[in-house]
């Protein structure tokens, strides 16, 4: 008897947790997930993703956050020209719709971080797109938060801990406040030199 047929979200989020979005971009333009998942299984020499249980580990995951692909409704179209090399998140059209980057030095002049609360709060119905790191990116979304709104945290991790690590409770506060936390990466993925967050961010404006 055949197995039965992968899901969708089951082979993209398989294909999240083993390999990078440049890794998978040729592929995933001529095939379909499914058929990109079967391939590299069949190709893999290791044993690790004959090994790999899709939909039990999509399952696991999404007891900590929520999965979502292009076909979802909820998919913003904002992230079209990102192609395959898409992150994950929920509420996202609505705050990807008007998202401004704020993004800069880690070790932040003062006057750094004056501009990022004046950039971050300056004009109303822009939504402030930054990852959590020390200085001018925490700092935006803070005065965001501040000011009442809502923001967008991009993590170069998995969304069950902050990077850094002591803006825990940084993360937590941006979907308390209407906002949202994206990833490329599945839930315990740790944060490595070479990972970097999406290079699509909605330009500033």
């Known amino acids: 008897m055949p197995s039965p047929a992968l899901p969708e979200r089951a082979a993209r989020a398989a294909l999240a947790a083993h390999f990078t979005p440049a890794e998978l971009a040729a592929e995933l333009a001529q095939f379909s997930a499914q058929e990109v ?52 998140g929920d509420q996202l059209p609505q705050l990807t719709a008007n998202a401004v980057a704020v993004t800069g030095n880690r070790n932040a002049t003062e006057q750094a971080i004056t501009r990022a609360q004046t950039f971050a709060t300056a004009e109303a119905g822009h939504t402030v797109t930054a990852t959590l790191a020390y200085g001018v990116d925490s700092t935006a979304h803070r005065a965001a938060a501040l000011a009442g709104r809502a923001t967008l945290a991009v993590l170069p991790r998995g969304l069950d801990r902050a990077h850094p690590h002591d803006h825990a409770q940084l993360l937590s506060c941006v979907p308390a406040t209407g906002g949202a936390v994206v990833s490329l990466y599945r839930p315990g993925t740790a944060a490595r030199r070479t990972r970097c967050t999406p290079t699509g961010q909605p330009p500033a404006r």
Do not use: M
Request: aromatic residues 8%; glycine residues 4%; proline residues 10%.
């Open 37 to 88: 998942w079967e391939q590299r299984v069949r190709h893999d020499n290791s044993g690790r993703l004959v090994q790999y249980k899709p939909t039990d580990e999509l399952a696991n995951a999404q007891l900590s956050c929520q999965f979502i692909i292009p076909s979802d409704a909820i998919w913003p179209a904002a992230l079209a020209d990102l192609g395959p090399d898409c992150p994950r």
